[in-house]
């Protein structure tokens, strides 16, 4: 069982930069690969980025470039630093555990979701 706890959402200005942060409980962090997706209103959840539990990353084409996923097994939490925010990047944000993929549906744990908003 892992729990997962994401922060460091936020409205911000186009241009702008966050960190989001994803806490997870358990022994078993660092063998999960871990995954950040979002959903925007009306919209179906979607990859952002994934990291295997041995360091290999996927990215969205759309944020390839801006975004950067990351893992601190030691400190079990996984990280997404964004940069160059744009106004379609808004949605609520997911970190997910489960098995390396681009499929929300591979992933067995999720988090409870974090806000972003991007103004343009």
């Known amino acids: 069982q892992v729990q997962l706890v994401e922060s460091g959402g936020g409205l911000v200005q186009a241009g702008d930069s966050l960190r989001l942060s994803c806490t997870a409980s358990?022994?078993?962090?660092?063998?999960?690969?871990m995954g950040w997706f979002r959903q925007a209103p009306g919209k179906e959840r979607e990859l952002v980025a994934a990291i295997s539990s041995g360091g290999r990353t996927n990215y969205a084409d759309s944020v390839k470039g801006r975004f950067t996923i990351s893992r601190d097994n030691a400190k079990n939490t996984l990280y997404l630093q964004m940069n160059s925010l744009k106004p379609e990047d808004t949605a609520v944000y997911y970190c997910a555990a489960g098995a390396y993929s681009g499929s929300p549906s591979t992933y067995n744990y999720w988090g409870q979701g974090t806000q972003v908003t991007v103004s343009s």
């Open positions: 358990g022994r078993t962090f660092s063998s999960y690969a």
